[in-house]
DNA sequence: AGCGAACCGGAC
DNA sequence: TCCGGTTCGC
């Protein structure tokens, strides 16, 4: 497969991937997904035979966004090598994959927005923060950077909805802007420990948060990130003394250990799956926005 | 260590 | 009344 070529619906479901809680300002046009990465547009066709991708001004951007590089039919065959338990969820969900945005910030961001919090609300929350960054034609804005995001004032975006979260946010973006240029990015050569351990410093990021942001902004696969959904997921298949008990710090750690441990690399992608699984009785297959 | 409560606001 | 959590206090 070649950036010239439509890629196969066997490979990428766009809206699966962009409507999956990974990123949150994707839009449907037409017969079209449109969003951002960094400072490109990248535009999903649907065509008869598959989906064309476009990005401008880098012709790349959409290729790397989606991780075309990499066969997803590798992928969920080595997923189901490694677990045939959850064969039939992978196949439910074929197409769904990790993205790779260029830059992490719009990550650290975004995920801080979904603390206890409802899909539909932090789509609307993170689109009122990314209209803060530039124009890029299309009616689509490249994510603003923690500088500006910094200069927001906690009462401005309470009164736009974001509740307590509010705080959380525009303390990051200063604790954010204060530090080194490049300080995520720089954890994305990090061991995965080392890039956990530095989010959780910052105020509102606990470890379910840093794993989010690890494995979708700063590219750590095996990040494993626990929440309500797949901790009932991980109990049914793997943990069943503990169903119906409360996820404690010392079993969130058992579950992603035993996630890396099954799954290596791969365990960010089969938490995917498996999370992707649960919440869609909850989202009931109406597509974001 | 482990549990319960508060936090904002919207959906069910 | 319940959340795609974190933090605080017991």
Redesign the pocket.
């Known amino acids: 497969m070649t950036r010239a070529d439509l890629v196969p619906f066997n490979e990428l479901d766009v809206e699966l991937t962009v ?4 990123v949150f300002r994707w839009r449907r046009r037409g017969e079209s997904w449109i969003g951002t990465d960094a400072g490109n547009v990248i535009l999903a066709t649907r065509t008869s035979r598959g989906w064309r991708i476009e990005s401008w001004p880098d012709d790349s951007a959409g290729w790397s966004f989606f991780r075309l590089d990499q066969s997803l039919a590798d992928i969920e065959r080595e997923i189901c090598r490694l677990d045939p338990k959850i064969r039939d969820v992978v196949k439910r969900h074929r197409g769904l994959r990790v993205v790779r945005p260029a830059h992490p910030e719009e990550a650290f961001f975004s ?1 801080l927005c ?9 789509f ?1 929350m993170v689109w009122v923060l990314g209209d803060r960054g530039q124009p890029l034609g299309d009616g689509v804005t490249q994510f603003p950077t923690a500088q500006v995001l910094s200069r927001l004032s906690e009462h401005d975006l ?2 736009c ?8 946010i525009v303390n990051a973006a200063r604790e954010l802007a204060s530090r080194p240029r490049g300080f995520l990015t720089r954890l994305r050569s990090q061991p995965y420990d080392v890039a956990i351990a530095s989010l ?1 410093q ?11 942001i690890a494995l ?1 902004g700063l590219w750590h696969l095996e990040a494993v ?1 626990v ?3 797949l901790w009932k997921s991980a109990c049914e298949l793997y943990f069943p003394e503990w169903q119906g ?7 969130y750690e058992a579950v992603g250990r035993l996630f890396r441990e099954s799954f290596g690399d791969l365990a960010g992608w089969a938490h995917q799956y498996l ?2 699984d649960k ?1 869609l009785s ?3 297959g ?1 597509p974001p926005v």
């Open positions: 409507g999956s809680g990974q995920f979904t603390p206890n919090n409802h899909l539909s609300r932090i609307r309470r009164e909805g974001f509740g307590y979260r509010a705080r959380t959780i910052f105020d509102g990021i606990g470890r379910k948060l840093a794993d989010c979708v990130p929440d309500t959904h008990k409360a996820l404690t710090e010392k079993r999370f992707y919440i909850y989202r009931r109406r």
